[in-house]
T-cell receptor
Framework: ETGVTQTPRHLVMGMTNKKSLKCEQHLGHNAMYWYKQSAKKPLELMFV???????ENNSVPSRFSPECPNSSHLFLHLHTLQPEDSALYLC?????????????FGDGTRLSIL | AQSVAQPEDQVNVAEGNPLTVKCTYSVSGNPYLFWYVQYPNRGLQFLLKYITGDNLVKGSYGFEAEFNKSQTSFHLKKPSALVSDSALYFC???????????FGTGTKLQVIP
């Protein structure tokens, strides 16, 4: 059991739709992350939250909007996406940012934009 | 800045043979180094890490990695490969006061029966 749960596992949406990805961690961690994984590209860090405060935003387009209501939950709100946004979106958590504690990943949401 | 390089997109090895997946890094100061594995349709799973101390680090599933400061490398090794080891392997580094981990591009390991 991963300790980090992502829903849905698969999502197909049109470019005009609005949807949200959900991540929940049961590990008592204080930091949560969103990554984008595309084929043949490095893992891209999108957002980092530490104690529910956003501490990193790597020039991600505004059509991606994160939300962290508490230290256990992380959302990624999607709207007006582009075909190049099709990818695997991974959520991760760790005890804190900047430390040597490893990150724990969910199994991802496979997003396809029509 | 910090960076990590995995020079091989794919490594093929026969079952039962030793395997090595290469990783080199660049960071200011002392690094924290990690290896993760990703099986199909799954997220990344932590294998092992180097913080300080013994240069040979042992991890899950019989994997180990050797930290070499002079060569700035952290290669992943296993004495005898299993078909079930076939997966995507990621090296990662954190150091120099950075707050975020930098991942490599991944190496696909194919163990041939």
């Amino acid at each position: 059991e991963t300790g980090v749960t992502q829903t849905p596992r698969h999502l197909v949406m049109g470019m005009t739709n609005k949807k949200s990805l959900k991540c929940e961690q049961h590990l008592g961690h204080n930091a949560m992350y969103w990554y984008k994984q595309s084929a043949k590209k490095p893992l891209e860090l999108m957002f980092v939250y530490s104690l529910e405060e956003r501490v990193e935003n790597n020039s991600v387009p505004s059509r991606f909007s994160p939300e962290c209501p508490n230290s256990s939950h992380l959302f990624l709100h999607l709207h007006t996406l582009q075909p190049e946004d099709s990818a695997l979106y991974l959520c991760a958590s760790s005890q804190r940012t900047g430390g040597h504690q490893p990150q724990h990943f969910g199994d991802g949401t496979r997003l396809s934009i029509l | 800045a910090q960076s990590v390089a995995q020079p091989e997109d794919q490594v093929n090895v026969a079952e039962g043979n030793p395997l090595t997946v290469k990783c080199t890094y660049s960071v200011s100061g002392n690094p924290y180094l990690f290896w993760y594995v990703q099986y199909p349709n799954r997220g990344l799973q932590f294998l092992l890490k180097y913080i300080t101390g013994d240069n040979l680090v042992k991890g899950s599933y019989g994997f180990e990695a050797e930290f070499n400061k002079s060569q700035t490398s952290f290669h992943l090794k296993k004495p005898s490969a299993l078909v079930s080891d076939s997966a995507l392997y990621f090296c990662a580094v954190l150091g120099g006061g950075y707050q975020k981990v930098t991942f490599g591009t991944g190496t696909k390991l194919q163990v041939i029966p």
